[in-house]
């Protein structure tokens, strides 16, 4: 069975940082295009950040930019969104998502991704 689960969410103040994790079952990111996906209450999901598969190619949201950053560690089957300077317009559950392809590029689209955790959700308040 093919999974992926989050970890890390949680409530965090205006200006503080989270790291999420999503760890791969089954199967292996290393050579995959990963990505950072999150959806706010009434909106729909929206791309923050992905990595292509040969891991030489991100791109972030310009909301994000210099504050978040995509990687991975291949043996641990892991990857990462490190969020600095969190901002209330943050807030919502965040997905991984990872593609069936190898070496794929990094697309911030939904439709790019086949696998998809269950959510972290990440709630940015004073």
């Known amino acids: 069975q093919l999974t992926l689960v989050e970890s890390g969410g949680g409530l965090v103040q205006p200006g503080g940082s989270l790291r999420l994790s999503c760890v791969a079952s089954?199967?292996?990111?290393?050579?995959?295009?990963i990505g950072w996906f999150r959806q706010a209450p009434g909106k729909e999901r929206e791309g923050v950040s992905c990595?292509?598969?040969?891991?030489?190619?991100?791109k972030y949201i310009d909301s994000v930019k210099g504050r978040f950053a995509i990687s991975r560690d291949n043996t641990k089957k892991t990857m990462y969104l490190q969020m600095n300077n969190l901002k209330p317009e943050d807030t919502g559950l965040y997905f991984c998502?990872?593609?069936?392809?190898?070496?794929?590029?990094?697309?911030?689209?939904?439709?790019?991704?086949?696998?998809w955790g269950q959510g972290t959700q990440v709630t940015v308040s004073s």
């Open positions: 089954g199967f292996t990111v290393d050579s995959r295009a």
């Open positions: 990595l292509d598969g040969s891991g030489g190619g991100t």
């Open positions: 998502a990872t593609t069936w392809q190898l070496f794929g590029l990094c697309v911030l689209r939904t439709d790019n991704f086949n696998y």
